[in-house]
């Protein structure tokens, strides 16, 4: 089956780039993402890429794909206080029949942000 | 924006009760989800509901496990004697009918079975 992980724990100074690190086993995943769980809130979607790329930029946030390797990892420059957060890593293989989009999670990496 | 709203934001229960746990998706949308996460652990996929029934089910989905979606705008998950190993926070998740958007969730109701 799907399987996700991620390393549990980052710790980064104010300024500084994260980065947070995935790996996935189902070769046939179509959009790898990464959501965010600030305490007490839901999963936001941070962002999502598609198998057929290999790096999406979207502002601070630059997601690399390593498809042959199945690694996925998050890069968040200039690290703020606001970014610490539970990052989760998840894969789906798309739509299928029934226009379900099952999403797998990795189990998060806790990142905190040290003034 | 629109958001999935869940109530309560925390659940304490006694072990045999049964729980319902409740969820608003956003209005327009047609795909609904409940995933679990147990403390420490991964979140888990738990059922899909699409077209007032289920799409798929996972292997924790068993018969102590049904959803409902009562009156066209909740979404509520049911836990029939509920067990301390189902204290977790359970997500509800909702999604509109276009191909590829992404599933919003909501803020989690922490279930703790005493």
């Known amino acids: 089956g799907e399987d996700v992980e991620q390393s549990l724990f980052l710790s980064v100074r104010e300024g500084d780039s994260s980065v947070i690190n995935c790996t996935y086993t189902?070769?046939?995943?179509?959009?790898l993402y990464w959501y965010k769980q600030e305490p007490g809130a839901g999963l936001q979607l941070l962002t999502y890429i598609f198998s057929n790329m290999d790096m999406k930029q979207d502002q601070r946030l630059t997601v690399l794909l390593n498809k042959k390797d199945k690694h996925l990892s998050l890069r968040i420059a200039d690290t703020q206080t606001g970014d610490s957060a539970i990052y989760f890593c998840?894969?789906?293989?798309?739509?299928?029949?029934?226009?379900?989009?099952?999403?797998?999670f990795g189990t998060g990496t806790k990142l905190q942000v040290i003034p | 924006e629109p958001e999935v709203t869940q109530t309560p934001s925390h659940q304490v229960t006694q072990m045999g009760q049964e729980v319902i746990l409740r969820c608003v998706p956003i209005s327009n949308h047609l795909y609904f989800y409940w995933y679990r996460q147990i403390l420490g652990q991964k979140v888990e996929f738990l059922v899909s509901?699409?077209?007032?029934?289920?799409?798929?089910k996972s292997e924790i989905f068993d018969d102590q496990f049904s959803v409902e979606r009562p009156d066209g705008s909740n979404f509520t998950l049911k836990i029939r004697s509920t067990k301390l190993e189902d204290s977790a926070m359970y997500f509800c998740a909702s999604r509109d009918g276009t191909a590829n958007t992404e599933a919003f969730f909501g803020q989690g109701t922490r279930l703790t079975v005493v």
């Open positions: 998840a894969e789906s293989m798309g739509i299928n029949s029934g226009g379900y989009q099952k999403v797998t």
């Open positions: 509901f699409y077209n007032n029934e289920i799409s798929e």
């Open positions: 189902d070769s046939s995943s179509t959009y």
